[in-house]
C-alpha cells in the first residue's frame, strides 16, 4: 500500500488494512522512504504473526521493534523511529505499484529477506530467478567444500566458474 500526508478533511487511518491481507502475503507499505513518522509498528506485528502474515517490509520508517522480534515476525524497514503516522499520514492505495527504494513492487511480486537485507523479485520472473540461485548456491558449495579440503579458493573459484556466476549464459 501507498501512504500519502494526510487530507486533514478526511484523516483516515494507518493500520485498518491489516485485516484484509492474507496469509503467507508480504506486506509492503510505501511511505515515501520517510523516517519521520512510522507506518508499521507493535500492534500490527503481533496481529499478522498472529495471523500468518510472512513478513513486512516497509519504505520508510517502522516502530516497536522489538515486538516483532519478540513475536518472531519478520520486519524489514529503512529507518525506525518512534513516532506514529496516525494523524499524520493514511493509506492512498492499496494493490497498487510502490516502491522499496528505486525497485518497483507491484502485488503478486516475490519479496525475500533476511539479516542481510531484502530483495524483490517480478513474478514474471520468479522462476528464472530461483533457477538461478539454486545453481548458485549449489556451485558456491562445491567451492567451499574444494576450499575446506586445501584447495587454494583461487583455484576453487576458477575451477567451478565463481566469477562468472552472475554472468548470462552464452
Not at 29 to 44: E, Y
Not at 116 to 142: C, I, M, N, Y
Amino acid at each position: 500500500m501507498r501512504f500519502a500526508p494526510i487530507c486533514r478533511a478526511a484523516p483516515g487511518t494507518v493500520g485498518d488494512f491489516i485485516d484484509d491481507v492474507p496469509e503467507g502475503a508480504v506486506v509492503v507499505p510505501d511511505n515515501g522512504g520517510r523516517p519521520d513518522c512510522t507506518v508499521w509498528g507493535g500492534i500490527l506485528s503481533q496481529v499478522a504473526a498472529r495471523r500468518g502474515i510472512a513478513g513486512t517490509v516497509v519504505h520508510g520508517a517502522c516502530r516497536d521493534t522489538a515486538e516483532a522480534h519478540a513475536a518472531g515476525y519478520p520486519l524489514y524497514a529503512t529507518a525506525s523511529f518512534m513516532r506514529t503516522g496516525k494523524d499524520r499520514v493514511q493509506v492512498e492505495a492499496v494493490n497498487a505499484p510502490v516502491t522499496l527504494g528505486d525497485v518497483r513492487v507491484e502485488a503478486g511480486d516475490y519479496v525475500f529477506g533476511d539479516a542481510d537485507g531484502v530483495v524483490v523479485v517480478p513474478a514474471v520472473r520468479v522462476g528464472e530467478v530461483l533457477d538461478k540461485a539454486r545453481q548458485t548456491s549449489e556451485r558456491e558449495a562445491r567451492i567451499l567444500a574444494a576450499a575446506l579440503d586445501g584447495q587454494p579458493l583461487r583455484a576453487a573459484r576458477v575451477e567451478h566458474g565463481y566469477h562468472t556466476l552472475q554472468r548470462p549464459a552464452d
